[in-house]
């Protein structure tokens, strides 16, 4: 018997193998705070579906949220207090799916932490065991601080969220820029440094002076992620939507649009509607076609049918 040799062997295995990948690793907590620590700005951005998610993971972005957001932006409900829990799990399920590179945040929506510490314990480790996420965020400051300690010891990170905190329109009077008094300024000091020391591993602060989120940033051993905050803030978040003009109300002050999207959607769907129209789609080129032995066979039965 005639052996193959073996260099022969290994040269045909080795073409036929893909070259090697370095593996991507998914960012961490501990990932943001030294982001944090070397002073370098953490990126961040809302999103509630697989294409949306890969695409900013694919971008880069270290900070996906899924956000309770979804109730205005998909969902078109007034505000975010309708949004359930369930509703929040199969959008954080199709973002997870989606994500290799960046750090998953979940909202906790209204209602789901805010009754008692079994039930939001319970929802809250749904998140992460069910849904993906890598931790989950919760509104308020001092009155939370005994929810995210008792979360942060059974493993499940917490993001907090201060300021104008959307889930609070109501008490609030709507949706009104926080701390502009010296009294405001000092309580949501008191907010983020209690969320701090109560075990969080970064903070969400909206809808505040930029000063109020300077002096909190400095004063925080965590990562505070500013919307509509100013610049000194660890990092930045805005609405996928927002980006790319694709919500229906005026942007608010601190959005910056980087593309038109609601213009190329436009656009796009206005020529399909014309070619449709106009029988120029599909072409040809774009529809399936019998084979030529088909279409000889049917065309020999014809006279036959006809005769019959």
């Not at 809250?124 to 001092?142: D, L, S």
């Not at 004063?219 to 805005?238: H, K, M, N, S």
Request: aromatic share 6%; proline share 6%.
């Amino acid at each position: 018997m005639k052996l193959t040799p073996l260099s022969a062997i290994a040269s045909t295995h080795t073409t036929s193998q893909p070259a090697p990948t370095t593996p991507v690793r998914r960012l961490t907590s501990d990932a943001l705070l030294q982001k944090k620590l070397a002073s370098q700005p953490i990126s961040a951005i809302t999103a509630y579906d697989f294409p949306t998610a890969r695409l900013v993971d694919e971008a880069g972005i270290d900070v996906v949220l899924v956000g309770d957001s979804l109730g205005m932006v998909v969902l078109g409900y007034e505000n975010t207090l309708p949004v359930t829990i369930d509703e929040m799990l199969h959008h954080t399920k199709a973002v997870a799916r989606a994500l290799r590179r960046a750090y998953l945040v979940a909202d906790m929506p209204f209602g789901s932490y805010h009754v008692c510490a079994r039930d939001s314990m319970r929802n809250a480790v749904r998140f992460i065991k069910e849904a993906g996420a890598q931790a989950v965020k919760i509104e308020g400051g001092v009155s939370r601080t005994k929810l995210v300690s008792r979360l942060t010891t059974a493993e499940v990170p917490v993001v907090g969220h201060i300021g104008l905190t959307p889930q609070s329109v109501h008490s609030m009077g709507g949706y009104r820029v926080q701390g502009k008094s010296a009294e405001a300024f000092d309580r949501l000091r008191t907010d983020a440094r209690a969320i701090a020391e109560a075990g969080a591993v970064a903070i969400v602060l909206e809808g505040v002076p930029r000063e109020l989120a300077a002096t909190i940033t400095a004063e925080v051993a965590i990562p505070t992620i500013g919307i509509g905050a100013g610049p000194e803030c660890d990092g930045q978040i805005l609405v996928f939507h927002d980006l790319f003009n694709l919500t229906a109300s005026p942007p608010a002050k601190f959005v910056r649009q980087y593309g038109d999207g609601a213009a190329f959607f436009a656009k796009a769907l206005a020529q399909y509607r014309d070619d449709v129209s106009a029988r120029s789609f599909p072409s040809d080129a774009e529809s399936y076609h019998l084979s030529r032995e088909v279409q000889a066979e049917l065309a020999a039965q014809r006279p036959n049918a006809r005769k019959a």
